[in-house]
């Protein structure tokens, strides 16, 4: 894992056409911002239940609030 340390402003770019930007900190909670291709497909990780398998990974229903599931 690459950690990497930015202020509010600052991007980092992931591959062709991926920009991350910190849009704010405040406190322990961090906003970002995502520029990606419209084909690319973004969710929070705990919203991935598609790739999950339900005998390795139980899912919590409780987690998805908010996923839109």
Avoid: F, T, W, Y
């Amino acid at each position: 894992m690459l950690v990497l340390s930015r202020k509010p402003g600052e991007k980092i770019v992931i591959g062709e056409g991926i920009e991350l930007m910190v849009v704010a900190v405040n406190g322990n909670r961090v906003q970002l911002g995502i520029a990606a291709p419209r084909q690319c497909r973004i969710v929070r990780a705990e919203c991935r239940v598609d790739d999950l398998h339900p005998d390795k990974h139980p899912v919590d229903v409780a987690s998805l609030a908010g996923c839109g599931v």
